[in-house]
């Protein structure tokens, strides 16, 4: 199984990105997909998950509001759209897979991808 994070960059404050996780080896319908976040000097956080049926998502109170992720089960591909960055967003950020799970709980998540640098600039 292999999760590619894909994506981020430097943008400045108040500007959007568009995160990318392209997965294989999987049957990528079945699983809940999420991204987490490490910032610097801090603990891995839940950032939003997206369930593997029924289409409920969940997201940290951090980004409720200017975030939004969605899945192409399709392309086996999972994606976070982030708006109104803000420099404390700045992170690396890990797409993960879990079968079956829909929670927070990095626990939960069995398959996890490389991460990709968001630098947010004030």
């Known amino acids: 199984v292999q999760l590619q994070a894909s994506g981020g960059g430097l943008v400045q404050a108040g500007g959007s990105l568009r995160l990318s996780c392209a997965a294989s080896g999987l049957t990528f319908r079945r699983y809940t997909v999420a991204w987490f976040r490490q910032a610097p000097g801090k603990e891995r956080e839940f950032v939003a998950a997206f369930s593997w049926s029924g289409g409920s998502t969940l997201y940290a109170d951090s980004v409720k509001g200017r975030s939004t992720i969605s899945r192409d089960d399709a392309k086996y591909t999972v994606f976070l759209e982030m708006n109104s960055l803000k420099p404390d967003d700045t992170a690396v950020y890990y797409c993960?897979?879990?079968?079956?799970?829909?929670?927070?709980?990095?626990?939960?998540?069995?398959?996890w991808g490389q991460g990709t640098q968001v630098t947010v600039s004030s």
């Open positions: 993960a897979a879990g079968s079956y799970a829909f929670s927070r709980a990095q626990a939960n998540y069995v398959y």
